[in-house]
T-cell receptor
Framework: GNSVTQMEGPVTLSEEAFLTINCTYT??????LFWYVQYPGEGLQLLLKATKADDKGSNKGFEATYRKETTSFHLEKGSVQVSDSAVYFC???????????FGGGTRVLVKP | DAGVTQSPTHLIKTRGQQVTLRCSPK?????VSWYQQALGQGPQFIFQYYEEEERQRGNFPDRFSGHQFPNYSSELNVNALLLGDSALYLC?????????????FGSGTQLSVL
């Protein structure tokens, strides 16, 4: 079946540091890929998505490129802020419908 | 415009009891999905409701059941609670269930089973 694997956290960074969170997936065919963010006490919010190979999703300074050859969708941000502290989830959906399969989440803590 | 609202925010139950969680979708949305998020893990799909019927179900036992009302709100019921049912239960709504329909999540109900 479909599955998503992402790096375990927590990831602790200083403000303005470069952030990378690795995400790889297992699925037949061409799933759509997503990054969701969960701030403390809040629900999941869609951060960015990509629906086909080589697509780059971007939002709020975050980027991720859909790499079919390595089945990856790594999340990057060039300069993090304290406000980026959250849990980040990589997810996919495949086949009919908008049901999502999530990775385990990566907690990011940005210190001033 | 209210987003997805869930109630209650927190709930404590005892093993063997039954629980009902509630969800009101974002205005204009007609499809509700439920996810279980255990501590330190990613959300897992429980089921999805559209037109008052369960249209898709994840790998959860029959103890987990749901309902959708004519106003599109939804309930998640869990019978014979187990310790392992302790989790954050997330509701997500969308306009339809096509692949390109964006999901909007509520803040969840934190269920603790003692």
């Amino acid at each position: 079946g479909n599955s998503v694997t992402q790096m375990e956290g927590p990831v602790t960074l200083s403000e303005e540091a470069f952030l990378t969170i690795n995400c790889t997936y297992t699925a037949t065919g061409y799933p759509s890929l997503f990054w969701y963010v969960q701030y403390p006490g809040e629900g999941l919010q869609l951060l960015l998505k990509a629906t086909k190979a080589d697509d780059k999703g971007s939002n709020k300074g975050f980027e991720a490129t859909y790499r079919k050859e390595t089945t990856s969708f790594h999340l990057e941000k060039g300069s993090v802020q304290v406000s980026d502290s959250a849990v980040y989830f990589c997810a996919l959906h495949k086949a009919a419908g908008n049901k999502l399969t999530f990775g385990g989440g990566t907690r990011v803590l940005v210190k001033p | 415009d209210a987003g997805v609202t869930q109630s209650p925010t927190h709930l404590i139950k005892t093993r063997g009891q039954q629980v009902t969680l509630r969800c009101s979708p974002k205005s204009g949305h007609d499809t509700v999905s439920w996810y279980q998020q255990a501590l330190g893990q990613g959300p897992q799909f429980i089921f999805q409701y559209y037109e008052e019927e369960e249209r898709q179900r994840g790998n959860f036992p029959d103890r987990f059941s749901g309902h959708q009302f004519p106003n599109y709100s939804s309930e998640l019921n869990v019978n014979a609670l187990l310790l392992g049912d302790s989790a954050l239960y997330l509701c997500a709504s969308s306009l339809g269930y096509r692949e390109d329909e964006k999901l909007f999540f509520g803040s969840g109900t934190q269920l603790s089973v003692l």
